[in-house]
Nanobody, 127 residues
Framework: VQLQASGGGLVQPGGSLRLSCANSGGTLDGYAVAWFHQAPGKEREGVACLAYSDDSAFYLETVKGRFTVSRDKINNTVNLQMDSLNTADLGVYYC?????????????????????WGKGTQVTVSS
């Protein structure tokens, strides 16, 4: 598994961005995929996890209703649509999967134990 997050950039408050997570080492089928946010000077925190089984999703309370995680099976990516962005959302976003297929999110936005991490993508929210 070789993950790469992309799609970050500069956006004004209230704007939107769509991040994408790809696996250049193969498929994402069978993997739960989680998105993590690391704000400047803070620890990395899970914001959304997409289950492998039925694509059900689990969100951090502060992003519910604004962020949507989804799977694109045609392009073999898992995407994070981020709307109504605010300055608290700025930072580096990473995607990650458990070390093996068929391990779930455990109903948590950060999943359980993540074994595969991609390089992050920077999101800047500023007017």
């Amino acid at each position: 598994v070789q993950l790469q997050a992309s799609g970050g950039g500069l956006v004004q408050p209230g704007g939107s961005l769509r991040l994408s997570c790809a696996n250049s080492g193969g498929t994402l089928d069978g993997y739960a995929v989680a998105w993590f946010h690391q704000a400047p000077g803070k620890e990395r925190e899970g914001v959304a996890c997409l289950a492998y089984s039925d694509d059900s999703a689990f969100y951090l309370e502060t992003v519910k209703g604004r962020f949507t995680v989804s799977r694109d099976k045609i392009n073999n990516t898992v995407n994070l649509q981020m709307d109504s962005l605010n300055t608290a959302d700025l930072g580096v976003y990473y995607c990650a999967t458990p070390p093996y297929q068929y391990l779930g999110c455990f109903q948590r936005p950060g999943g359980n134990v993540m074994g595969n991490w991609g390089k992050g993508t920077q999101v800047t929210v500023s007017s």
